[in-house]
């Protein structure tokens, strides 16, 4: 009954919905030679898939589809207020792709988005034309692994490439990667660039296996971060979000030991630390899609439409970690 349970799904990936506009695009036909088992579906807006009402976020995530589309507009966005910015004036994120193939029990996309399907928008180049005009206005710091793992897909997309090559010829464009994938593999090959920040998010093993499914083991990632850095690339750590769990102190400090045991740490470019936050809104959905989250069960405090740990939790978490990387980083390399 179990194996019958399990094989009542197809597998991930099993359908890929076309806009039709998108068909003959290079990035589509390249996506494609990687699932030449799927069905195809054509569709005129992805919206039409996307958006559909009455979808159950995590259902669809045991079975995960593609949608190929379009991006008309909204190819930049100006950073949210809860991300950090590092110090950088013009602070900006852009989404190529729309959700994960992880499945982290306090990730916000569930709450953000109607559907766990992922879309990607094959057209990168009118992103890339947008960025070109905001440089002419000023430096940009961009994000563009917010809402994906960009990194995580990267055999399928090669995005994160095309970054790299765009971001070669605009010294003003500082760019962000972030990523919880163990897949440096995928990128091993390209000289690194000055410009370009790779950035990991850790977190302890005990949290990886109960809140991060399908995510690679802490050491797994540690050992794709050690060969970035031997390879020359600027490497962000991003304890964020720390999670406040029964024993968080030794799991962090464990963590934080770890880290620093193989990395070496004199050459990380920064540290970045925050406790988990969420937008109210995005909770109140998160709740409803995982009703047995005890991670989500928390007592939240509600400040600025933002849902946090209580002051005295965040500050205790944050101090903790604050103290212990600073043990091994500069104060002045650690954002909160
Ligand atoms: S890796 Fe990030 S984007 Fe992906 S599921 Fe986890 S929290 Fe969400």
Redo the contacts with the bound molecule.
């Keep these: 009954m179990k194996d019958l349970r399990r094989n009542l799904w197809n597998a991930d990936f099993s359908h890929i919905y076309i806009e039709k506009r998108a068909v003959n695009h290079p990035n589509t036909q390249k996506i494609l030679s990687h699932f030449s088992k799927a069905n195809l579906i054509e569709i005129d807006h992805y919206k039409d898939v996307f958006c559909r009402r009455h979808q159950s976020f995590s259902l669809q995530k045991k079975s995960i589809k593609i949608i190929l589309a379009v991006r008309n507009d909204h190819f930049i966005y100006e950073g949210a207020k809860p991300c950090e910015d590092f110090g950088n004036a013009h602070f900006y994120y852009t989404s190529s792709m729309m959700n ?5 029990e ?4 569930q709450g953000m988005y109607p559907s766990a399907n992922i879309v990607i928008f094959v057209n990168i180049e009118d992103t890339f034309e947008a960025v070109k005009k905001l440089l002419k206005k000023h430096p940009v710091y961009l994000c563009i692994s917010y ?3 960009l990194l ?1 897909f990267e055999g399928i997309t090669s995005f994160v490439r095309e970054w790299i090559k765009f971001a070669k010829n605009y010294k003003d464009l500082i760019i962000e990667l972030r990523t ?1 994938s163990a897949n440096f593999k995928a990128i091993k090959d390209i000289q690194p660039l000055e410009n370009i920040i790779l950035a990991w ?1 850790l977190s302890p093993d005990e949290i990886i296996r109960l809140h ?1 499914e399908k ?1 690679p083991s802490l050491q797994a990632r540690l050992k794709s971060i050690k060969e970035a850095m031997e390879n020359g690339w600027n490497v962000r750590i991003c304890f964020d979000p720390l999670l406040y769990t029964k024993n968080w102190k030794e799991q962090y400090e464990s963590c934080i030991e770890q880290t620093f045991e193989i990395l070496p740490h004199h050459k990380i470019h920064d540290v970045s630390v925050g406790v988990f936050r969420v937008s109210k809104d995005y909770l109140k959905k998160m709740k409803k899609e995982r009703s047995t989250s005890k991670l989500l069960a928390y007592p939240f405090c509600f400040n600025d439409g933002m849902a946090s740990y209580s002051e005295k939790h965040a500050k205790q978490m944050i101090n903790f970690v604050y103290e212990k990387v600073s043990e091994y980083i500069p104060k002045s390399k650690i954002f909160i």
């Design positions: 994960c193939i992880y499945n982290c306090y990730c916000y996309l809402d994906t793992d995580a919880k998010t991060e995510t």
